[in-house]
């Protein structure tokens, strides 16, 4: 859908605060209307992530993970960045052998995600990875992964369980249910 709003200029960006991942940025906006208001960001960064919905005879494969921002172990799909010169597929093979330990014989591509773009120029590429084999790669995690199945025919009981709450997990489960769908593989 094409919007007919003409994007506002840029007047000014500022660095305002920065850590060891992260720089804030004040950003000085005039709309077309005459409005002016200054926004704050994270700094956008061109390095996307992926996010990989495995399927092992027929369950989905998940990872409980520490989530320092909540001070709780949260249940989720594998998830990592994309390294320089990787293609979204090489990465979502790379993070499933480090975090889960195999290796995908078909990654197929659903789609990208941002979250919260007000605040972040962030984009999640969403994959599903089947034809699983086993292989691990040496991760970046502190702890060992606690891997979990989940039956595919209970798939959305998921959603009940207290600690898979994140929105990107959320939304991928309902990609990867429309996908599953789609192929003739879940009933709904």
Known sequence: MKNPLKKPDILNVTAV??????????????????A????????????????????????????????????SYELGFPKGLIDAGESVNQAADRELKEEVGFGAGQLTPLGKLTMAPSYFSSKMNIVIAEGLYAEKLE??????????????????????????????????????????????????
């Open 17 to 34: 605060a920065r850590s060891r991942l992260f720089t804030i940025e004040a950003v000085d906006l005039a709309f077309s209307n005459g």
């Open 36 to 71: 002016r208001r200054v926004y704050e960001r994270m700094k956008p960064s061109e390095r996307e992530a992926v996010m990989i919905v495995p399927i092992i005879d027929d369950h989905l494969i998940l990872i409980q993970e520490y989530a320092v921002g909540l001070e």
């Open 139 to 188: 991760g970046d995690e502190p702890e060992p992964l606690i891997v979990h199945r989940w039956p595919l025919s209970d798939m959305l009981s998921l959603l009940q369980e207290p600690d898979f709450r994140e929105a990107r997990n959320v939304s991928a489960l309902f990609m990867a249910r429309e996908w599953l769908v789609k192929q003739g593989r879940l009933g709904y």
